[in-house]
């Protein structure tokens, strides 16, 4: 069952933070992003409620049809389920609304060019807009055969250092596999297969299929031995404000570092440096929470995966290291390539792509998935609900009942899901926990069900049975359980 937190957590968390020659500093994590207004003891005290586990599985939950509160946009499941405004947004905020869209569906071009105002892609890039990643505001996908691209997938990489992981010194942070004219690329992507048959109860069987991914065709000279790849393929984009809108408190009330409860579960924060506030704050965002908000996710997407300059990433040539001489002395578009207000706009957009509603809440076979999925001890990790800050001038997020399914926080997934590359606090085992809301959508807005962070998992079931680490118990369950109680938790999942 999920674990309780403790009021003295839930009221004020308290971290190490750096260690200085006078003794261990303290910091408090807020949520300097937001404007907020404080929550009265009442409020307080209804949200406990509301947030409370789920005891019964008779009847759906009151409001549970709802995962992104009055946000919520019931819409037909079809591709564009993921790419309508949130539900609540006043009429006079979705014309920035649909300018940001426009400004995510941009086609970039390399500089000098006559289209001024759309120069500056690269010189090294993996795509020419934010739509090329996330096509229809959905997941992207692993290049399923020689012909076809990765266009929404890349490679992080890194190198040993003697504080942590750093930058590769010829190849960066990431790898881009398209260039400008006169510049080389740097790779392309490669992976084999292997098929593992899993053993189910009841004479079922799964296919697994492990990746190897590589680093072929390299522009610029071998990787080294030291070289830590990690392949990423591009996230669903929905829900994005209201996860930022959590409090930080909320979400650090599940951590329990050293497992002080003897569950096995065992969540941490990924804590990191906000060049927007001057301060360490909470990871939210990314595959391993590396980022604190929409806004810096959205400066480091430009900056990394299009080489397009911005006010958190104003170097004019993206991703090129010193070491690549020509890329840095390509044209560039300006500095910034993307100004503040275009930037926000695309924020704005990002931040309100509504999740849509869900399916089925009170069919007998869900109900009965939504049993298995907390005995099983899925809701450990993947929280169901939250209730964000109220919150001024984000009337669209603003305290708000959510249904997310996820603690935000990083789990060692063990050893099948390890890409051995640390990120800032993140080890080489450990991942944030993925939003599940809106994953039953994925075959109709993307037109496949790939799942988990490179893509592996052709299925749900083929998800869960990739859980390793903290999940490995919760994962045999879902192994030795009886076949209608494993099809029950699949539907559930779908109706997400």
Known sequence: MPRRPTLALALMVVLPAVVGAGGSERMVLGDPHLATVPRTVAEAERIARVTAAATQFDEAEPFEERPAGAATRFSYPNRDAFSSASANMPFERELDFKVGNGLFKKLWVSSPASTRASDGLGPLYNARSCQRCHL??????????????????????????????EPHPVYGEQLQDFSVAGVPAEYRLGVEWEEIEVALSGGETAQLRKPTWRAENLGYGPLGPDAMLS?????????????????????????DPEDADGDGISGRPNVVWSKEFGQRMLGRFGLKAGAPTVRAQSAGAFAGDMGIS????????????????????????GNPEIEDAALDLVV????????????????????????????????????????????????????????????????????????????GMATGREWRTPPLWGIGLTEAVSGHTYFLHDGRARSLLEAILWHGGEAQAARDRVVEMEPADRAALIRFLESL
């Not at 505001?137 to 504080?163: I, K, N, Q």
């Not at 392949?231 to 951590?255: C, F, K, N, S, Y």
């Not at 911005?310 to 578009?333: D, I, M, S």
Request: glycine share 10%; charged share 25%; with cysteine.
């Open 136 to 165: 229809k505001d959905g997941r992207g996908h692993p290049p399923e055969g020689p012909d076809d691209t990765a266009v929404s997938m890349f490679l992080r990489v890194s190198v040993p250092g003697p504080e942590g992981p």
């Open 310 to 333: 911005n006010p958190l990433k104003p170097e004019g040539w993206g991703e090129c290291t010193e070491a690549q001489a020509a890329c840095r002395k390509a044209p560039h578009g």
């Open 231 to 255: 392949p990423r393929v591009a996230p669903q984009m929905i829900g994005l404000g209201l996860l930022e809108a959590i409090r930080t408190a909320d979400i650090l009330a599940h951590a």
């Open 348 to 423: 704005f957009y990002s931040r309100n792509l509504a999740v849509p509603a869900r399916r089925d809440v009170n069919d007998q076979v869900v109900l009965a998935g939504k049993r298995v999925f907390h005995e099983t001890g899925c809701a450990s990790c993947h929280v169901p609900k939250f209730v964000t800050h109220r919150l001024e001038g984000q009337p669209e997020q603003s305290f708000q009942l959510i249904w997310p399914y996820t603690d935000l926080l990083l789990h060692d997934m063990g050893e099948g899901l390890a890409d051995n590359r640390p990120e």
